[in-house]
């Protein structure tokens, strides 16, 4: 199993930036294919990027793009995501996921951090 804690949540103004880090422990960080997803109140949680095992390979939701860059140091076990150009529909609470390839189901998740984004 893998435990993630995600931290840089914060208040920021819109057209601000902030990057979120999650910190990953116990099985091997690498051999995990790693996605960040957010939630607001009453809507189901969304996707909001991925990253391969190796860091080789990303993806991004149509809403992020050209904004949002994934990215993960598995020399140090963390998972990151840079968030600039941000506006206040990006407000919601960001949460760090694994999942263990093969298989396509994120298994794993941070407790989540919130970013709320002033207008």
């Known amino acids: 199993q893998v435990q993630l804690v995600e931290s840089g949540g914060g208040l920021v103004q819109a057209g601000g930036s902030l990057r979120l880090s999650c910190a990953a422990s116990?099985?091997?960080?690498?051999?995990?294919?790693m996605g960040w997803f957010r939630q607001v109140p009453g809507k189901e949680r969304d996707f909001v990027a991925e990253?391969?095992?190796?860091?080789?390979?990303?993806a991004s939701a149509d809403h992020v793009k050209g904004r949002f860059t994934i990215s993960r140091d598995n020399a140090k076990n963390i998972l990151y995501l840079q968030m600039n150009n941000v506006k206040p529909e990006d407000t919601a609470v960001y949460y760090c996921?694994?999942?263990?390839?093969?298989?396509?189901?994120?298994?794993?998740w941070g407790q989540g951090t919130q970013v709320t984004v002033s207008s």
């Open positions: 996921t694994a999942r263990l390839p093969p298989s396509s189901r994120y298994a794993y």
């Open positions: 116990g099985r091997t960080f690498s051999t995990y294919a």
């Open positions: 990253i391969s095992r190796s860091g080789g390979s990303v």
